[in-house]
C-alpha cells in the first residue's frame, strides 16, 4: 500500500485545502526558527520582537513594491487576465495566469449539456474533467478541486469562462488571503507600541511633517520658492522657540524616565540579574561585515615563535631564523634563486618570440 502512495495520496486529498497548510507544530515551529534569529544572551522581550517585525514589515514592503511599481507581462488579450493582474498579488497571479494561458490554448470541449439549471461540459486536456457551472448564481466547480486545494480557479474553469464570456473572476472565487493591500497601510505604519502615546498630538505631528513633505516636494524644481519657503519655516521655527520657554529634554536620561514611568533613583540597589544559559545548542550569532573582517585580520596575528614579534611573519620566514643558518646554506639558496629566474626570463623571451610570428588576426 505505502510503496504506491504516489498513486492515493492526491485522490485521498484531493478536497482538502493544502493551501497555507500550518498545523499546530508547524506553527510554533515556524515561530520558533523565526525568532532565534533576533535573540541572544540579555536581550530583551520587547526590543527582540521588535526587531522581528522590522524584518517582517521589510520583507511585505518589497513584495507591495513589486506588486504595486512593475507592471506584469500579459500572455494572452482575455480581459479576465488583466482583472486577475489588479486583484492578485504577483507571485498568485503568475500561478493564476500560468492557469489561464494553459486553459486558453491546451483545453477543448469534449461535450456540453445542460443538466437541472446547470450547464456541465466536459473538457479535455490530458485527461477528462467535468466543470459544472451553474448559470444561476454564477458557481463554478470543477471536478479536478484545485480551487479547494489551493484556492485559485484551475485551467479548465478558466476555459469554459472564456467560453461564456465572462471577463471577471467572480468575487467569491477571489481568496482574501491572496489579494493586495491586504494590510491597510495605516496599521503597516504602526511601530510606537511603548508606554501611551497620545493619539490626537501624533496625528498633528504627521500631518506637520507631509505637509512640508509635500512642499519641499512640490517646489523641488523651483529654486528660489523653495529657498524663500526654507526663510519662512526659518522665521517660523524662531517663533515657535520663542513661544516654548521650556521645550521638551533631549537628554537621553530623561527621556529614558519618561519611558519607564519614575526617576532615576540617586543609588543603585537593584543589580541585573545574572544571565542564564539557555538549553539546547547555542545559537550564532549572524556577523556583520566589519565583525568578519576584523576576525579574519586578527587571525593572521600570531606571534612569531622565534622571534615574538606579530607582523605577520611566523618562524619560517623570520628574518632572525635567515641571519642564524649557515652562511654557504644562504649562498646556495641565492644561487638556486639567480638560476630559477635566469630559467623564467629565458622561457619569457621565447614564448614573445614565437608570439611575433603569429599574425595578429591570429588573437581575435
Ligand atoms: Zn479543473
Ligand atoms: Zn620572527
Redesign the pocket.
Known amino acids: 500500500m505505502f510503496r504506491i502512495h504516489s498513486c492515493w495520496i492526491p485522490a485521498y486529498f484531493i478536497d482538502s485545502p493544502l493551501c497555507g497548510l500550518m498545523r499546530t507544530t508547524s506553527r510554533y515551529e515556524s515561530e520558533n526558527s523565526f525568532f532565534s534569529h533576533f535573540t541572544n544572551q540579555g536581550s530583551t522581550l520587547m526590543n527582540c520582537f521588535e526587531t522581528a517585525m522590522e524584518k517582517q514589515r521589510h520583507i511585505q514592503e518589497r513584495l507591495d513594491h513589486k506588486t504595486i511599481d512593475s507592471v506584469p507581462k500579459f500572455r494572452t488579450y482575455l480581459k479576465i487576465e488583466r482583472h486577475a493582474s489588479k486583484v492578485y498579488t504577483r507571485p498568485l497571479f503568475e500561478l493564476v495566469q500560468a492557469e489561464i494561458f494553459v486553459g486558453t490554448w491546451y483545453c477543448q470541449i469534449e461535450t456540453k449539456s445542460l443538466v437541472e439549471g446547470s450547464e456541465v461540459s466536459v473538457i479535455k486536456e490530458t485527461k477528462f474533467?467535468d466543470?459544472l457551472r451553474n448559470q444561476g448564481d454564477g458557481s463554478v466547480v470543477?471536478?479536478?478541486q484545485?480551487f479547494v486545494r489551493v484556492g485559485i480557479l484551475?485551467?479548465?474553469?478558466f476555459y469554459v469562462f472564456k467560453n461564456a464570456n465572462i471577463e471577471v473572476i467572480p468575487s467569491q472565487y477571489i481568496l482574501r488571503r491572496w489579494t493586495k493591500n491586504l494590510i491597510p497601510a495605516a496599521l503597516r505604519n504602526k511601530r510606537n507600541i511603548y508606554g501611551e502615546k497620545n493619539e490626537i498630538v501624533e496625528n498633528y505631528a504627521n500631518e506637520a511633517s507631509s505637509i512640508v513633505d509635500y512642499c519641499v516636494h512640490m517646489l523641488s524644481k523651483d529654486e528660489p520658492r523653495l529657498s524663500s519657503f526654507v526663510e519662512k519655516l526659518r522665521l517660523l521655527k524662531i517663533d515657535v522657540e520663542a513661544d516654548c520657554p521650556n521645550p521638551p529634554s533631549k537628554n537621553k536620561a530623561d527621556n529614558l524616565e519618561e519611558l519607564v514611568g519614575v526617576p532615576k533613583p540617586d543609588e543603585k540597589t537593584i543589580n541585573n540579574p545574572a544571565l542564564g544559559n539557555p538549553k539546547g545548542r547555542k545559537k550564532l550569532r549572524i556577523k556583520g561585515g566589519k565583525k568578519q573582517a576584523l576576525d579574519k585580520n586578527s587571525k593572521n596575528r600570531n606571534a612569531c615563535s622565534l622571534c615574538g614579534e606579530i607582523d605577520g611573519h611566523n618562524r619560517r620566514t623570520c628574518p632572525k631564523s635567515l641571519q642564524k643558518r649557515p652562511s654557504w646554506i644562504n649562498q646556495k639558496l641565492q644561487e638556486k634563486g639567480t638560476w630559477i629566474n635566469q630559467k623564467l626570463q629565458e622561457k619569457r623571451t621565447w614564448i614573445k618570440q614565437k608570439l611575433q610570428h603569429k599574425s595578429p588576426a591570429y588573437f581575435f
Not at 484551475?154 to 474553469?157: D, E, I
Open positions: 474533467v466543470v470543477c471536478s479536478c484545485l484551475c485551467r479548465h474553469v
